[in-house]
């Protein structure tokens, strides 16, 4: 059952390997409690038993966000289920989800995000693809699993664009900019050729034995990049994507122009950002009100 579930998942769904294997767990999990509670057939699930679930897993100190995947994992599968007529109604339907905080992301300013990539100056190929990396996360705002799958047949560098496939598989065209290119530039004719191996293939971010750069390189890159800039801990490559985010909306870029950008499926995702900064608030206050 739970291989057909996750079937449906990757090839109807189309949902990314992560959240597959994220909610085969919390499936998993939700069985293991069926069966603790003396079910022995997929019918005794229902409404009652789900939030009596999850409940369990409040109190055992699950997080508000980890509580919402994991009924949003069973409402999924309750549909799935009755579907394929393996449950005789909907069970899930009802089952609501808590609401995860939304914590504000840490950011740099665009001082800081500019420092951290010019500490890579260099001219070895490790050097220069470390800028690059620096260079297209927060001059794209792109996802680090985005960075490391794009070919060079993603770029379009006479309009200065890249193809990105997000989540979903779904394809958008993001901009960067000349300080991207000036690092493209260097990358391709100076340190991707030092490494290139047959195994390379389209890659255009590789490792130094010429494989398809990982996303665990790519992490550490910016972290040690950052870590002087971010209380000695350093930043994550979504952190730099937070960084990018927020510079666009207090440059005065269009909430729905950014949403885009990123590739969030849902505004609200790229609302947060608005509260990451009150001088844009303030300004804007300042500019419009007449009583300011």
């Given at each position: 059952m739970l291989a057909d579930f996750e079937r449906f998942l990757r090839l109807e769904r189309n949902r990314s390997p992560h959240t597959v294997q994220a909610y085969l767990g919390d499936i998993t999990l939700l069985l293991h409690h069926l069966r603790c509670t003396g079910e022995t057939d997929l019918a005794g699930l229902d409404l009652r038993m789900l939030r009596g679930w999850l409940a369990s897993l409040h109190q055992a100190g699950a997080s508000r966000t980890t509580l919402a995947r994991r009924a949003a994992a069973a409402r999924t599968f309750s549909t799935w289920a009755f579907q394929n007529r393996l449950l005789p109604a909907d069970v899930a339907e009802l089952l609501a989800s808590p609401r995860p905080h939304r914590s504000i992301p840490a950011v740099l300013s665009a001082g800081e995000a500019g420092q951290a990539i010019d500490s890579l100056d260099g001219d070895e190929p490790e050097q220069l693809r470390d800028r690059l990396i620096l260079e297209l996360l927060y001059g794209t705002g792109i996802r680090v699993a985005e960075l490391v799958s794009l070919d060079?047949?993603?770029?379009?560098r006479s309009r200065r664009v890249l193809r990105v496939i997000g989540k979903g598989d779904?394809?958008?065209?993001?901009?960067?900019?000349?300080?991207a290119e000036h690092a493209l530039?260097?990358?391709?004719?100076?340190g991707r050729p030092a490494w290139v191996t047959p195994a390379s293939g389209q890659a255009l971010l590789l490792g130094r034995r010429g494989g398809r750069l990982d996303q665990r390189t790519a992490r550490r890159v910016v972290n040690e990049a950052t870590a002087d800039l971010a209380g000695g801990s350093g930043l994550s490559p979504h952190g730099l994507r937070h960084s990018a985010a927020t510079h666009l909306l207090d440059g005065g870029a269009d909430l729905r122009a950014v949403q885009e950008l990123l590739g969030h499926a849902s505004l609200a995702t790229t609302q947060i950002y608005t509260h990451?900064?009150?001088d844009r608030l303030r300004?804007?206050?300042s500019q419009?009100?007449?009583r300011a």
């Open positions: 060079l047949a993603d770029l379009d779904k394809q958008r065209t993001v901009p960067y900019g000349i300080p530039h260097r990358w391709l004719t100076a990451v900064s009150m300004a804007s206050f419009a009100h007449p």
